[in-house]
């Protein structure tokens, strides 16, 4: 038995396109700079995956090769993406950045402040309400928030269903 540990084209093409997504996000980044994170990383993950189709169409791979290539740019795309939005808009990094910029002990008062670029302590709670406002899930009736109807609560039953299935806290 002979064992090839050389990936065929199209596995080496996914893997090329692996490689490809941070790098057009760093491209990006800079010049021509796309300012908006989420935008930038769709259009980085579009321009990959589509250079992977082009490749794919290409080599015409078997359906092995074809499969293994998707589930291999798939996840590549999924891990890229879990640390875009760490670096992007990770909460508890921003919090932690915001320590570091001031370089010295601070209140929780005075990092607060820091946190938010000098808003006030309601900032917290704003900005991240401007999140579920931006993603549809929250909306304002009268002066108070409630839960949009389909889009709020299918997430937060499907919130709620994972945590239970991974045993975590309601």
Same mark, same amino acid.
């Given at each position: 038995?002979?064992? #090839? ?19 057009? =996000? ?6 021509? *700079? ?16 589509? $250079? ?9 791979? $078997?359906? +092995? #090769? ?5 589930? =291999?740019?798939?996840?590549? /795309?999924?891990?890229?993406? /879990? =640390?875009?939005? =760490? ?11 915001? @320590?570091? *910029? ?7 008062? %005075? ?15 704003? #900005?991240?309400?401007? +999140? ?9 009736? #009268? ?13 937060? %039953? ?9 045993? @975590?806290?309601?």
């Amino acid at each position: 038995m002979v064992i #090839d540990f050389v990936p065929s084209a199209a596995i080496a093409s996914s893997l090329a396109a692996s490689v490809l997504l941070p790098g057009v =996000l760093l491209v990006f980044s800079h010049r021509p *700079r796309i300012a908006a994170p989420g935008r930038r990383f769709v259009i980085a993950t579009t321009l990959a995956w589509a $250079g992977w189709v082009a490749a794919m169409i290409a080599i015409e791979p $078997g359906w +092995v #090769d074809l499969l293994s290539g998707t589930l =291999l740019l798939a996840t590549a /795309t999924l891990a890229g993406f /879990t =640390l875009w939005t =760490l670096i992007a808009w990770g909460f508890t990094l921003s919090m932690l950045l915001a @320590l570091h *910029r001031s370089e010295k002990a601070l209140s929780v008062e %005075k990092w607060a402040l820091a946190y938010t670029r000098g808003w006030p302590f309601a900032a917290f709670g704003r #900005d991240r309400l401007g +999140v579920l406002f931006a993603l549809g899930l929250v909306e304002a009736h #009268d002066g108070r928030l409630v839960m949009t109807a389909v889009r709020g609560r299918l997430f937060a %039953k499907a919130a709620i269903g994972l945590r239970a299935l991974f045993g @975590l806290p309601r």
